[in-house]
C-alpha cells in the first residue's frame, strides 16, 4: 500500500521563526490534508488540498499541493505558543475500487516545539 | 452543523477483559465511519471503516471488531483484551471521500 514520509520528525524552533514541513509518497494522491494534534485530543482538520499545484492558506499557515501530486508542503508563519503539537499529513489516493474509498494515508507526524 | 462524540474519554481494562468503544455523529446522514489506532502519540493506524448501517470493513487482522448498528453510530469491541490493545483510539466520520473529522478520543489501558 501506499506510505507517506513526513519530515522532520520533530522540531524545536523560537517564537516569531517560521516553519515548514513536508510529506512524500512514492505514488500520488488527488487529496492532501494536514492536520494538528495536541495532546490527548483528536486531529483537528487545518488545510484540504484537491488540485495539483493548489496552495491554501489558513491564517499563518499555508499548504501546497506538489506539483506531481507526490507531495505536499505546510508552512507556518510567525510562530506562536499555541501552535505546539503534532502536525500530521494525510493523503487520499485515486479511487482504486470499493475497497479504498474514502481511505486515507496518514504520516508518522512532525512534533513542533516552539520556545517562548 | 456536526459533532462526534467518543465514550468512555479514558479507560482502564485487565487483559482477558470485553472491550466496547462507543462513537456516534450528529448532523450528518449516512457518513462513513472510521476506527484508529494511535500508539504512543505517533501514526494513525487504519482499523476498520463503514459505509453503511452494517457494512464493515477491516484493516488489520487483529483482536478488534467493530460494529454500526445504526446510521451514525460506531462501536469497537473485544472479547478478550491484550496488553497489546492499549493505545488512543479514534473515530472518525466523513460525508464524501475527502475530509475525514475525528472524535476527541478514548484513552485505552490494558493492565
Known amino acids: 500500500g501506499q506510505q507517506l514520509n513526513q519530515s522532520p520528525q520533530s522540531m524545536f524552533i523560537q517564537e516569531g521563526e517560521d516553519v515548514s514541513m513536508n510529506c512524500t509518497s512514492s505514488?500520488?494522491?488527488?487529496?492532501w490534508l494536514w492536520y494538528k494534534q495536541e495532546p490527548g485530543e483528536g486531529p483537528v482538520l487545518l488545510i484540504a488540498?484537491?488540485?495539483?499545484?493548489e496552495l491554501t492558506s489558513n491564517g499563518r499557515l499555508t499548504a501546497q499541493f506538489g506539483i506531481t501530486r507526490k507531495d505536499s508542503f505546510l508552512n507556518i508563519s510567525a510562530s506562536i505558543p499555541s501552535d505546539v503539537g503534532i502536525y500530521f499529513c494525510a493523503g487520499r489516493a485515486p479511487n482504486a475500487g470499493g475497497t479504498s474509498y474514502g481511505k486515507l494515508t496518514f504520516g508518522q507526524g512532525t512534533i513542533l516545539t516552539v520556545h517562548p | 452543523s456536526q459533532t462526534i462524540h467518543q465514550w468512555p474519554a479514558t479507560l482502564v481494562q485487565p487483559v482477558g477483559s470485553p472491550l466496547s468503544l462507543e462513537c456516534t455523529v450528529e448532523?450528518?446522514?449516512?457518513?462513513?465511519l472510521y476506527w484508529y489506532r494511535q500508539a504512543a502519540g505517533r501514526g494513525l493506524q487504519l482499523l476498520f471503516y463503514s459505509v453503511g448501517i452494517g457494512q464493515i470493513s477491516s484493516e488489520v487482522p487483529q483482536n478488534l471488531s467493530a460494529s454500526r448498528p445504526q446510521d451514525r453510530q460506531f462501536i469497537l469491541s473485544s472479547k478478550k483484551l491484550l496488553l497489546s490493545d492499549s493505545g488512543f483510539y479514534l473515530c472518525?466520520?466523513?460525508?464524501?471521500?475527502?475530509?475525514?473529522?475525528f472524535g476527541p478520543g478514548t484513552r485505552l489501558t490494558v493492565t
Open positions: 488540498l484537491y488540485k495539483a499545484g
Open positions: 505514488s500520488i494522491f488527488n487529496t
Open positions: 472518525a466520520w466523513s460525508e464524501t471521500s475527502y475530509e475525514q473529522y
Open positions: 448532523g450528518t446522514s449516512n457518513p462513513n
